[in-house]
């Protein structure tokens, strides 16, 4: 009897064949809804920060160093790649592309940065205001994220107070 | 040289320790996936072991969590010494999109140093074998950080304070030459200044109709 499975067992293996996919040796292709990396383009972008106010892992930095001008910074340590990012990108400037081989040895290699031009009002020379007050509360503070330290930031406010709104836990290891 | 010496200190198969501090499972099957027949990595020697104390490298999946924080730290040190540790997945790499969650502490780095990030949600087998590959030297990273400008510093800007009365008309002084955002300023008599950016038009002398006086690049010493 279990000579008689361990034979049909063997055959099952035989019928099946060779079944290993040729990785390493030839690239294998993605299937085409596949969301890899997200891909900045500089040239479309306009600054509007609707994907880092709409990002769930909050990777997404906004700071305006003066008037004009505004980083964005990808950094996609936790990204998901839900693509969250292109679908509410006005200018189509997020792609997702297909690049799934990001490993590295710093995570900082997946870090996209953008310097922004923001046009101002050519009569005053200031940036626009949100038209409407419902507008103006969305806009959470996020626009002065600690660059240095990479984090998000949940008020605006919090930027100038000393300690770090987003406290690193510390707990005690033996 | 590094790429010789990692080769020579792993030279043989390499075996490895899954260790999951508190992910969803996602990653853990996608690392069982590399295992089976499909993407069989037994083919290069890599093996999955029970024990870290056995293990060359571990796979760390999931977070660093406040219960298992320990563990994994007890678990790093079990291994023997030229030990790699690979983050596999956004959770290991960055915490995960529950980062700010009570019980979350971050990245798996804060407890454990990490050689190789494998990032994705979850990484797909192929990359975990990439990454394999590249943390054995084997080939080389594909990825690396990324700077974009649109516009150089300094930027010609538009500032009010340098608007100057002479006789009835109201002149924009700093009307930089050749840079590509030209100021025009447009004053009329009522001393509404505007800013116009420059078109196809040239820049000369133009009375208008309503009494607006256009000064632009070729009136600098004419004003």
């Known amino acids: 009897m279990s000579?008689?499975?361990?034979?049909?067992?063997?055959?099952?293996?035989?019928?099946?064949?060779?079944?290993?996919?040729?990785?390493?040796?030839?690239?294998?292709?993605?299937?085409?809804k596949f969301r890899g990396r997200p891909i900045f383009d500089a040239a479309k972008c306009t600054g509007c920060g609707g994907c880092a106010n709409?990002?769930?892992?909050?990777?997404?930095?906004?700071?305006?160093?003066c008037q004009e001008v505004r980083i964005l910074k990808y950094l996609g340590r936790r990204c998901t790649y839900c693509g969250r990012c292109a679908d509410v990108c006005p200018e189509k400037a997020i792609t997702m592309s297909?690049?799934?081989?990001?490993?590295?040895?710093s995570i900082r290699d997946i870090q996209q940065h953008l310097d922004l031009f923001m046009s101002t009002c050519q009569r005053c020379?200031?940036?626009?205001?949100?038209?409407?007050?419902?507008?103006?509360?969305?806009?959470?503070?996020?626009?002065?994220?600690?660059?240095?330290?990479?984090?998000?930031?949940?008020?605006?406010?919090?930027?100038?107070?000393?300690e770090p709104a987003v406290d690193d836990v510390k707990i005690e290891l033996d | 040289m590094l790429k010789n010496l990692c080769q020579k200190m792993f030279g043989r198969s390499l075996w490895v320790y899954h260790a999951n501090s508190g992910g969803c499972n996602g990653c853990d099957i996608e690392v069982l996936n590399v295992l089976t027949p499909y993407y069989d990595v037994e083919r290069f020697g890599i093996k999955l072991v029970g024990s870290p104390r056995h293990a060359d490298v571990m796979l760390c999946q999931g977070p660093a969590m406040r219960p298992t924080a320990n563990a994994l730290k007890q678990a790093y040190d079990a291994m023997p010494a030229p030990k790699l540790v690979f983050a596999i997945g956004s959770c290991a790499c960055g915490g995960g999109v529950w980062f700010d969650s009570y019980n979350v502490l971050g990245p798996v780095e804060k407890i454990v140093p990490v050689n190789y990030y494998f990032p994705g949600c979850p990484p797909r087998p192929e990359a975990i074998i990439y990454g394999v590959a590249v943390g054995l030297g084997l080939v080389d990273k594909k990825t690396a950080p990324v700077r974009f400008k649109q516009l150089e510093f300094p930027i010609p800007r538009y500032h009010p304070g340098d608007l100057r009365q002479q006789g009835e008309f109201v002149v924009y002084e700093k009307a930089e030459k050749?840079?590509?955002w030209q100021a025009i300023c447009v004053a009329s008599f009522e001393g509404v200044a505007r800013v116009l950016k420059r078109a196809a038009r040239p820049a000369t002398v133009r009375l208008a109709k309503s009494g607006f006086f256009v000064c632009g690049e070729k009136l600098a010493g004419l004003t």
């Not at chain 1, 709409?54 to 305006?64: G, K, T």
């Not at chain 1, 297909?98 to 040895?105: G, L, M, P, S, Y």
């Open chain 1, 98 to 105: 297909h690049e799934f081989e990001n490993a590295t040895d």
């Open chain 2, 178 to 180: 050749g840079s590509g």
């Open chain 1, 3 to 32: 000579v008689l499975s361990k034979l049909k067992e063997t055959l099952a293996c035989l019928k099946a064949g060779r079944v290993t996919l040729p990785y390493p040796a030839q690239a294998q292709p993605v299937p085409e």
């Open chain 1, 125 to 162: 020379g200031r940036c626009f205001k949100e038209p409407s007050p419902l507008e103006q509360l969305k806009l959470k503070g996020y626009r002065m994220d600690d660059l240095g330290n990479e984090r998000w930031i949940y008020r605006s406010k919090a930027y100038l107070d000393e």
């Open chain 1, 54 to 65: 709409n990002c769930p892992a909050r990777e997404i930095l906004l700071y305006d160093v």
